[in-house]
């Protein structure tokens, strides 16, 4: 069993309210707009992290980090990418990678907005963990905790912090 931490849109900010929840976890994975590599640093000072990059990350993320992530995670196929767009739409980048790549779990930040949702069309499981950093239109900071135990993801848990 994997204990997982995931968070997105950090544009920059590490919140310390979040330090227990990382603790806790084997792995953080990032959902993008990162902002700083200290953000990455810091969160590597407390598990092992899988990030990806986003839209306002300049060229020193995006030379370590990709654009569109695939991994397993026990028996859980995931894709991870900054911008898929909506559950409803998913852009035809992403539509078509995730015909062609049947994951369990599809990840995407961006939108500032909380997810989880499980798409019977494609059958996986769609997460976004909204925003944990200080800028955009958020009123709360979120993030998502959740262990993957060989192919089901379990303990789901929605961590809220004032803005």
Known sequence: MKRIVLLSDTHNFFDKRFEPYLKDCDEIWHAGDIGLISIIEKLESFAPVKAVYGNIDDFKLRSEFEEILFFNCENVRVI???????????????????????????????????????????????????????????????????????????DLKVVEVPR
């Open 80 to 154: 991870m990418t900054h911008i898929g767009g909506s559950s409803l739409s998913y852009t035809k980048k992403i539509r078509d990678i995730i015909k062609r790549n049947k994951p369990n779990l599809f990840i995407c930040g961006h939108s500032h907005i909380l997810k989880v949702e499980y798409k019977k069309k494609f059958n996986l499981l769609h997460l976004n963990p909204g925003a944990s950093g200080n800028y955009g239109p958020h009123k709360v900071k979120t993030i998502l905790c959740f262990n993957i135990a060989d192919t089901e993801i379990v």
